[in-house]
C-alpha cells in the first residue's frame, strides 16, 4: 500500500498500534505527551516546518522565526500548561545568507522572550530544503493538562478568536492580493492562546488547538473522546474574508485558535470569559456535523493531511 492511500492520520495510527502501552505517561494521539515529574508533570511536542510545505519560499525571515516557536507554543496552550524550554533544528543550504538567519532568530528569540521560553539547545544540518524543527517543552502542574480525551456528551464546545483568517491571509499571499494586510500577518505571525487557555482551564474537560482547520481538529477530540459533535454554523465567529467561501474557512488551517468543550453547567461562567464562542455541543456519536438552518453543511474533504 502507499502512502497516500493510508493517509496521515492512518499513518500516525499504524505508528501507535506498534507501540507498548503505558499508564505511566500519555504518548502519541494528543497536542502533546504528558509525562509526570514529581508534583508537576512535563509537555512534550515537537513541529516541523518545511519550505514549501508549510511556508511560502521568500517568507519573512524575522515572522518564519516568530512562526516556528509560536506554533509549538501553541500545542502548550493546547494542553493548558505554561511553555518553558525549546530545542531548535535546522536544515539550510550552505548558500544561504547568514542575515537571514540572523534576523530568523531574532524573530524566535522574540516570541520565546515574551513567553519565557528558553532556547536549550538544537541541531545544525545542511539540506537543499530549507527545514525548520522545533520541540518544546512545557510544563503543568500534576493532572492539570487538558487532553483530547476528556469530552463529555452534553458538555459544550467553545473557540477562541476568529475561524479561517489564517487561511485567508494564506489565500491573499498566494494571490499577490495588495490589501489584507492583517489577515496575511494572522497566517504568517499567529498568537499562541497560552493566557486564554489557562482562562477556561479549571471549566475545560478537552482542549486541541486549530493547526488543521475547525472541523478537522473537533473530529480529533471526538476521536479521542469517543463521542460526536454539533456545531451551529449561526454560532462561529468566522473571519472577515468577502474573498473566502465560509465552508473554506471551516477546513482551512493554522488559525492557532484554541477548540475547547466544557461542561454546560459553566456556560455563564464561559460567556463571561473574554475572547471565548460557544459554537456548540457534545452529542452521541463519533464525528462533527456542522448545521446550517439545522441542516448538515457539507463539508468533502475537509482540513490539511499531509497525505
Ligand atoms: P498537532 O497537529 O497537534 O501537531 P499532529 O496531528 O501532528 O498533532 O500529531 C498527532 C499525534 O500524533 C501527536 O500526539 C503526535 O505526537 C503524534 N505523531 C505524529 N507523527 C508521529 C510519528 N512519526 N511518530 C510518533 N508519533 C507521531
Ligand atoms: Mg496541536
Given at each position: 500500500m502507499k502512502l497516500e492511500e493510508l493517509g496521515e492520520f492512518g499513518l500516525i495510527e499504524r505508528i501507535r498500534k506498534g507501540l507498548p502501552k503505558s499508564d505511566d505517561f500519555l504518548g502519541v494521539g494528543d497536542d502533546c505527551a504528558i509525562i509526570p515529574c514529581g508534583d508537576k508533570e512535563l509537555l512534550v511536542s515537537v513541529d516541523t516546518l518545511i519550505e514549501g510545505v508549510h511556508f511560502l519560499k521568500d517568507t519573512d525571515p524575522y515572522l518564519l522565526g516568530r512562526k516556528s516557536l509560536s506554533v509549538n507554543i501553541s500545542d502548550i496552550a493546547a494542553m493548558a500548561g505554561l511553555p518553558k524550554w525549546a530545542f531548535l533544528s535546522l536544515s539550510l543550504n550552505?548558500?544561504?545568507?547568514?542575515s537571514w538567519i540572523d534576523t530568523f532568530m531574532s524573530g524566535f528569540l522574540d516570541i520565546a522572550k515574551e513567553f519565557n521560553v528558553f532556547l536549550l539547545g538544537g541541531d545544525t544540518t545542511s539540506s537543499d530544503v530549507l527545514t525548520i524543527s522545533v520541540t518544546i517543552i512545557g510544563e503543568n502542574e500534576k493532572g492539570g493538562s487538558i487532553k483530547r480525551s476528556g469530552a463529555k456528551v452534553g458538555d459544550l464546545v467553545a473557540v477562541t478568536g476568529r475561524i479561517g483568517c489564517s487561511y485567508a491571509g494564506l489565500l491573499a499571499l498566494e494571490n499577490g492580493f495588495r490589501k489584507y494586510n492583517e489577515l496575511k500577518l494572522t497566517h504568517l505571525n499567529p498568537y499562541p492562546k497560552v493566557k486564554e487557555a489557562l482562562l477556561i482551564k479549571e471549566y475545560a474537560t478537552a482542549m486541541i488547538d486549530i493547526s488543521d482547520g475547525l472541523v478537522q481538529d473537533c473530529n480529533h477530540i471526538c476521536e479521542e473522546s469517543g463521542v460526536g459533535m454539533k456545531l451551529y454554523w449561526e454560532r462561529i465567529p468566522f473571519c472577515?474574508?468577502?474573498?473566502?467561501n465560509k465552508e473554506d474557512m471551516l477546513c482551512g488551517g493554522e488559525d492557532y485558535e484554541l477548540v475547547v468543550c466544557f461542561d454546560r453547567k459553566f456556560e455563564d461562567k464561559v460567556k463571561d470569559l473574554d475572547g471565548f464562542t460557544i459554537i456548540g455541543e457534545v452529542v452521541q456519536g463519533s464525528r462533527v456535523s456542522v448545521l446550517k438552518d439545522g441542516i448538515d453543511v457539507e463539508l468533502n474533504n475537509c482540513g490539511f493531511k499531509h497525505f
Open positions: 550552505k548558500s544561504r545568507d547568514v472577515y474574508a468577502d474573498f473566502v
